[in-house]
Nanobody, 120 residues
Framework: VQLQASGGGSVQAGGSLRLSCVVSGRPFSRYAMGWFRQAPGKEREFVAAIDSNGLRKDYADPVKGRFTISRDNAKSTVYLQMYSLKPEDTAVYYC??????????????WGQGTLVTVSS
């Protein structure tokens, strides 16, 4: 199973980025997907999750109203559209495949991470 995340980069505060994560080696449409992030010196934290058919989406409070998670089961890809980025959003972002929700232990497979840097 491989999860390949991409789309990270450096942006100024207020800017936007879209992260993508392509999953291979696993029946993508059967599993929930999540995005987590880890800032320097901090614990990994939940960002957003989407169920297998895209009907249920959950967000961490700090990103509600600014980030949108979506998925394209035909492309085995999950996205994280990020708007109004803030310096505190700076982190390595990880995608994960599992049974869903906000707990990292509910995800069996993880991508390698993509770095998002937001400057003020």
């Amino acid at each position: 199973v491989q999860l390949q995340a991409s789309g990270g980069g450096s942006v100024q505060a207020g800017g936007s980025l879209r992260l993508s994560c392509v999953v291979s080696g696993r029946p993508f449409s059967r599993y929930a997907m999540g995005w987590f992030r880890q800032a320097p010196g901090k614990e990994r934290e939940f960002v957003a999750a989407i169920d297998s058919n895209g009907l249920r989406k959950d967000y961490a409070d700090p990103v509600k109203g600014r980030f949108t998670i979506s998925r394209d089961n035909a492309k085995s890809t999950v996205y994280l559209q990020m708007y109004s980025l803030k310096p505190e959003d700076t982190a390595v972002y990880y995608c994960a495949s599992g049974i869903g929700g906000g707990l990292s232990r509910r995800y069996a497979f993880w991508g390698q991470g993509t770095l998002v840097t937001v400057s003020s």
